[in-house]
């Protein structure tokens, strides 16, 4: 809330009303004008805070400002949230490392190259050194070799135990978490914030880091980055993760290939096993220094 003083409020009045609040277990922000004060309240404010607050001397008014969201706020959890399970753990020490398998053949976007060759058949089969296999599809496999498969998409048939709440090109931080919000809301699963990048005019993305500041500041969430929808190029793509866990994403979905190596992927932004596996080594490199 915010109580707005009398105009020339002395200030001994001022300061009871500061001692009052405080003593009731709130933060108090002061901001002084030429002729008022007012006095920002933290807290979780009752009914009968705010009647007491009206009735103090030289009190002109009090403004309860509710808040954009609760169960996503950091005021509701001050401790960061880390959602765990057999797809890994997300918001843990170091960074989830997820992959987007482009090759397995079936509906998937990048269908076509058949299954997986046995040149890298054994390590897609082991998984390592990846966390989680997640998947665009309407029809979610339940895994991916030995990584559990979490759909990317709210339209996809198979329930999930993550949802990922993905940040549209327009939205600030507060609209974004607002709709985190909601999930928690309706406590069917764990919720995952999904940034994947601001859009210029020409269709171009690019990596919101402010964005990830900002919620991370306002949410106790993890956030996870979609490597391959911002960086739209296979070359960009290790920048784009070392930019995100640098800047202090829980982790990343890496686009890979896992058909056969003799056929290309039809799908931008897709590493090659090898390449998207030294850069997951990079990645806990980056996230191990970000986190000293």
């Not at 109580?3 to 002395?10: K, L, R, Y």
Request: aromatic content about 6%; some cysteine; proline content about 6%.
């Amino acid at each position: 809330m915010v109580i707005v003083m009398e105009p020339n409020a002395p200030e001994p009045a001022v300061e009871a009303v500061i001692s009052f609040l405080v003593g009731a277990g709130f933060d108090v922000h002061r901001s002084s004008g030429q002729t008022r004060t007012l006095l920002g309240v933290v807290g979780d404010v009752t009914q009968e805070h705010v009647a007491v607050a009206k009735d103090l001397e030289w009190v002109a008014d009090v403004v309860r400002v509710s808040e954009p969201f609760r169960l996503a706020s950091r005021r509701f959890r001050e401790a960061s949230s880390v959602v765990e399970g057999p797809w890994g753990i997300i918001g843990g020490e170091r960074p989830w490392i997820a992959i987007e398998p482009i090759g397995l053949g079936g509906d998937d976007a990048g269908g076509g190259g058949g299954p997986a060759s046995s040149e890298n058949g054994y390590a897609i089969a082991a998984g390592r050194p990846f966390d989680a296999a997640v998947s665009r599809a309407r029809v979610v496999p339940e895994s991916v070799g030995s990584l559990t498969c979490l759909p990317l998409s709210v339209h996809a048939a198979s329930p999930s135990q993550v949802k990922f709440v993905e940040r549209s090109p327009s939205w600030g931080a507060n609209k974004w978490i607002g709709a985190a919000e909601r999930e928690l809301e309706r406590r069917e699963a764990s919720v995952v914030l999904l940034e994947a990048g601001g859009e210029y005019p020409n269709g171009a993305r690019t990596l919101e880091v402010a964005a990830i500041a900002r919620a991370k500041i306002r949410t106790h969430l993890p956030i996870v980055v979609d490597v391959a929808s911002i960086a739209q190029r296979t070359r960009y793509s290790a920048a784009v993760a070392c930019a995100a866990i640098g800047a202090g994403a829980d982790g990343v979905i890496l686009r890979v290939w896992v058909g056969r190596p003799d056929v290309p992927s039809s799908v931008p932004a897709t590493l090659r096993w090898d390449a998207a596996v030294a850069l997951a080594d990079r990645l806990r490199e980056v996230g191990a220094a970000v986190r000293r």
